[in-house]
């Protein structure tokens, strides 16, 4: 009996717009799997090229640069992010800017760097140079930067003097691999390297050779630019956080892109039509007045992933702490405990279902640096190789680098994960209405007196005629309980019928006022009975 193929994993892309903020949310098989977000007025993304000055340099333990790229903060360049042919890029640089000079094409290598070397063997205060941001600033943290400039297009990426090409180590044929490799051979402008991107797998000389020309044209224009700026100014700009989405990672398994702005909808089409014409035909225009990333369940699924407390099912629970230097994962089981099975195999059980969520976790928060994971204790060596490999396996598709190490003798599992970026924090837990956000509320016994005082301001200040009150319902039965209630008193006093109404979506100690229409009654000052 032949085996049965994995079922392909069907992935939407949800795209929100607000008037600063552009909101990204990308759901495997109706699951979120990662948010994204981009604000206009974000400086300084991973990808972005700029012509730099540098600040000063230090040879000693640090062997690093810090350069000014025009941030608050000087970005970091260490050693070894230099690029084996810094002095070349450097010197093509100068050329480009004092002389003018036009094509790397024809451009003499300068001796390489030694892998072990001194910053300021290769650097000098004010000396200008080209760099790309490899990790955005990160708390009191200036960005990190590289001067081994990369172009990533679709299904190749750019690097100028790298004069080599590389296949990516996720296309596994040997055959697929050398059509590629010779393809791009053939092709490729000298003294440009290409690495070759998975993506590219089964594509045509025509779609290969576009994206290089595509590739070619925006470093000419960065060339051409840099003679006209002043240091320190961007010369480049990565591709806006949606465009770059799309470029990096739909392919054919995309079902739909969802998008509720029509400005960014036009956009997002015109680009992927410059991909392909298939393309264009999943992409969606939302006109639906509802929100919607509550329309596609992503409001309820991020309120309930993003909290210190990440519940799974049948009790089990992850507890997640976000400290500067690293992220702390503990797995709970709840009261789970299923019977005829012992201690050894709920653990195992428990720690597999909480392996998904974790790697679900690390995407959709995009957490980065040191991971610790504290997993049930298992006694079973197989048990916990089975683990590893299971995490091994489900982290697959995290684009990010990252390496996990097996579990060692104390049950936790450590990863390392590449961070370019601040960790995704959301807050999720909301005001309280009754204490609203103090702790402390007002004592029960004067919510009666507090109704009355505005239910008089109504009836004698505003001679509103006909209004209700909405209420908690165990505040409804307290004030309309007996012969004589509470509200049979104020109608006879007021010589009008008071109605009340029970909500049980209302706080105990919440109450709202409506007049006729049903608006809401808003009380710009609290009134008294001595008003």
């Known amino acids: 009996m032949s085996e049965e193929l994995p079922k392909p994993i069907s992935k939407e892309l949800v795209i929100t717009s607000f008037e600063k903020e552009i909101q990204i949310a990308l759901l495997e098989d109706k699951k979120l799997v990662e948010i ?62 004092t002389n003018n000079k036009k094509s790397i094409a024809n451009f003499p290598y300068q001796p390489e760097i030694p892998k072990v070397g001194k910053i300021n063997e290769v650097l000098i205060p004010g000396q200008k140079i080209l760099v790309q941001i490899a990790k955005e600033p990160i708390s009191t943290k200036g960005a990190t930067v590289t001067t081994e400039i990369s172009l990533a297009g679709r299904f190749l ?167 500067e230097a690293m992220h702390v994962i503990d797995v709970n089981s709840g009261n789970r405990n299923k019977a005829g099975k012992d201690q050894e195999e709920n653990a195992a059980n428990v720690n597999m279902e909480a392996a998904a969520e974790i790697a679900r976790q690390l995407r959709l928060r995009d957490m980065g640096g040191i991971i610790t994971i504290d997993f049930i204790d298992m006694k079973k060596t197989s048990n916990r190789t089975l683990l590893f490999q299971t995490l091994v396996q489900l982290m697959k598709n995290d684009k990010a680098k990252h390496t996990i190490l097996p579990v060692n003798k104390f049950g936790l599992i450590q990863i390392t994960r590449q961070r370019v970026r601040q960790a995704t924090i959301i807050e999720t837990s909301e005001q309280c209405p009754t204490c609203h956000g103090t702790g402390k509320v007002k004592p029960t016994i004067l919510i009666e007196e507090e109704i009355q005082n505005m239910i008089e301001y109504l009836i004698e200040k505003q001679i509103e005629k006909k209004f209700y009150i909405s209420v ?9 309980k007996k012969m004589v209630s509470k509200r049979f008193k104020w109608s006879l006093k007021y010589k009008q019928w008071i109605k009340l109404v029970p909500n049980q979506n209302q706080h105990l100690l919440e109450f709202k006022f409506f007049n006729k229409d049903q608006d809401q009654i808003v009380f710009w000052t609290k009134p008294t009975i001595e008003e």
């Open 36 to 97: 994204h977000k981009e604000k206009s007025t974000d400086q300084f993304a991973v990808g972005d090229i700029y012509l730099g000055v540098v600040k000063k340099t230090n040879s000693g333990g640090m062997n690093a640069a810090f350069v000014n790229i025009g941030s608050d903060r000087d970005a970091f360049l260490h050693y070894f992010d230099l690029g084996n042919h810094a002095r070349t890029m450097n010197e093509f640089v100068n050329q480009v800017i």
């Open 157 to 323: 990426v750019l690097v100028p003097l790298m004069d080599k090409v590389t296949v990516s180590q996720k296309i596994k044929s040997s055959a697929e691999r050398r059509r590629l490799k010779n393809l791009v051979q053939a092709i490729r402008p000298k003294k440009c390297g290409i690495i070759i991107r998975t993506v590219a797998n089964g594509k045509n000389l025509e779609e290969i050779t576009k994206d290089m020309n595509q590739l070619v044209d925006k470093w000419k224009l960065i060339i051409d630019k840099l003679p006209l700026v002043t240091a320190p100014a961007k010369v480049a700009a990565e591709l806006d956080i949606s465009t770059s989405l799309i470029r990096d990672i739909v392919n054919e398994s995309f079902e739909a892109i969802h998008v509720d702005n029509p400005v960014l909808y036009q956009e997002i089409k015109q680009y992927l039509t410059s991909i392909s014409s298939d393309y264009s035909n999943i992409l969606k225009l939302y006109k639906n007045p509802k929100p919607i990333f509550e329309t596609m369940n992503v409001s309820k699924q991020i309120k309930g992933s993003f909290g210190k407390i990440v519940t799974i099912k049948n009790g089990i629970y992850l507890v997640i702490e976000h400290t």
């Open 472 to 480: 908690h319902p165990i505040v409804y039965a307290y004030l309309t």
